[in-house]
């Protein structure tokens, strides 16, 4: 099971980019898709971008051309590279195992993982 530590939040202004990392433990993380989630009070939480073990990404169209998902399987990492960043994006950002997710009308929807861990997330605001 993989158990994430992300880190990298921070305040920065409207247009602005910031970059998150997670550390994730466990033996199967090459092998299992990674995913980057938001959140903010009062809302679910939503999957925004994954990267499958081989790297190939998928983002919500709420992202898109302007966040960039990648990992390093060697060294057991994701990251999230935000640019373009607006009022919106602001959120508690999570990091987390994300197999089997779709893509329905411009969202990426996780598949169901009762036992999926979240690490404490890192909170980026965006503000002028």
């Known amino acids: 099971q993989v158990q994430p530590v992300e880190s990298g939040g921070g305040l920065v202004q409207p247009g602005g980019s910031l970059s998150l990392s997670c550390a994730a433990s466990?033996?199967?993380?090459?092998?299992?898709?990674m995913g980057w989630y938001r959140q903010v009070p009062g809302k679910e939480r939503e999957l925004v971008a994954a990267?499958?073990?081989?790297?190939?990404?998928h983002y919500a169209d709420a992202v898109k051309s302007r966040f960039t998902i990648s990992r390093d399987n060697a060294n057991n990492m994701v990251y999230l590279q935000m640019s373009s960043l607006k009022p919106e994006d602001t959120a508690v950002y999570y990091c987390?195992?994300?197999?089997?997710?779709?893509?329905?009308?411009?969202?990426?929807?996780?598949?169901?993982?009762?036992?999926?861990?979240w690490g404490q997330g890192t909170q980026v605001t965006v503000s002028s």
């Open positions: 990267v499958t073990g081989d790297g190939t990404a």
């Open positions: 987390a195992t994300a197999d089997h997710f779709l893509w329905l009308d411009g969202r990426l929807i996780a598949g169901s993982a009762p036992n999926r861990s």
């Open positions: 466990g033996i199967t993380f090459s092998f299992t898709t």
